[in-house]
């Protein structure tokens, strides 16, 4: 099993470009999350999934959108990049009751900058 | 709202020292607690858990924790660290029902020297 996956893992954005980044898992887990970590700041929750076509705001989903279309992928999209949004980002999956529960899994991460 | 904190943002010790990571939370109601470890760039890497039961849990690498529910606190130990324990740790807290998200602490940047 690769476990989780992101893609691409760095990347180099104007402000004002859109991205999409890509996370995905083999592990047929229902939930996904987006972090970002930042200096200082520990991870912080952007935005989350409970399963294939929902999602839910985490502590900071401004300028971020995310899609769950399928079971296995969770895309993160930035419409319109802003400095600000300079992170590396991580994304995680997790199965309830499984084991081990509530225990999240993470990827490797994107490291985003944005000039 | 729940929230964690890591007092210390750096330890920095020797090799063969026993260290001890504080982490402290806040929470209305029972929580999960966690402890996570980052080596550079890479993701994160559960250490331990603590669900219920007894307040020490043993985890990877030789690593344990305390629960204390009247301190509020979860600190993580290690009676003799070694050079490859150098990463950064976080605590994290989860509240039952919340879809298991993660409220993290804002990190301990462990440095082990010889």
């Known amino acids: 099993n690769a476990g989780v996956t992101q893609t691409p893992k760095f990347r180099v954005l104007k402000t004002g470009q859109s991205m999409t980044l890509l996370c995905a898992q083999d592990m047929n887990h229902e939930y996904m999350y987006w972090y970002r970590q930042d200096p200082g700041m520990g991870l912080r929750l952007i935005h989350y999934s409970v399963g294939e076509g929902t999602t839910a705001k985490g502590e900071v989903p401004d300028g971020y959108n995310v899609s769950r279309l399928k079971k296995q992928n969770f895309l993160l999209g930035l419409e319109s990049a802003a400095p600000s949004q300079t992170s590396v980002y991580f994304c995680a999956s997790l199965s309830p009751g499984q084991g081990s529960y509530n225990e999240q899994f993470f990827g490797p991460g994107t490291r985003l900058t944005v000039l | 709202a729940q929230s964690v904190t890591q007092l210390d943002s750096q330890v920095p010790v020797f090799e063969e020292a026993p260290v001890e990571l504080r982490c402290n939370y806040s929470s209305s109601v029972s929580v999960y607690l966690f402890w996570y470890v980052q080596y550079p760039n890479q993701g994160l890497q559960l250490l331990l858990k603590?669900?219920?039961?007894?307040?020490l849990v043993k985890g990877i690498n030789g690593f344990e924790a305390e629960f204390n529910k009247s301190q509020t606190s979860f600190h993580l130990r290690k009676p003799s660290v070694h050079l490859s324990d150098t990463a950064e740790y976080f605590c994290a807290v989860s509240e039952p029902g919340t879809a298991s998200k993660l409220t993290f602490g804002t990190g301990t940047r462990l440095q082990v020297t010889l």
């Open positions: 603590y669900l219920s039961g007894s307040t």
